[in-house]
């Protein structure tokens, strides 16, 4: 079986996407689609800290991708000090 690609409704975007497992448990997170990410800085942010959060969804940092294309220098710079480990596409 291949993984499913799941609609999120998280706070930052409705555009992100779960990569799902078989067994259901979430695998990845990708944030893309209509709009841009880092517009939303705040928001990006404060769900990766839930995503991430021990007593939440306890999910790595490695398997959060967000996807960017207009976001300036400087905010791509910040979100690379403030959370080294999400991937950036």
């Given amino acids: 079986a291949t993984d499913g690609v799941v609609p999120s409704s998280t706070t930052a975007t409705k555009r992100s996407r779960f990569r799902v497992k078989p067994n259901g448990v979430i695998r990845n997170i990708v944030f893309m689609g209509m709009g841009e990410p880092m517009d939303n800085y705040?928001?990006?942010?404060?769900?990766?800290?839930?995503?991430?959060?021990?007593?939440?969804?306890?999910?790595?940092?490695?398997?959060?991708?967000?996807?960017?294309?207009g976001a300036s220098a400087r905010k791509i710079r910040l979100l690379a000090d403030e959370a080294p480990q999400v991937n950036l596409a």
């Fill in 42 to 69: 705040d928001e990006v942010h404060e769900s990766l800290r839930g995503l991430t959060h021990q007593f939440l969804f306890q999910l790595s940092a490695k398997h959060i991708t967000i996807s960017t294309v």
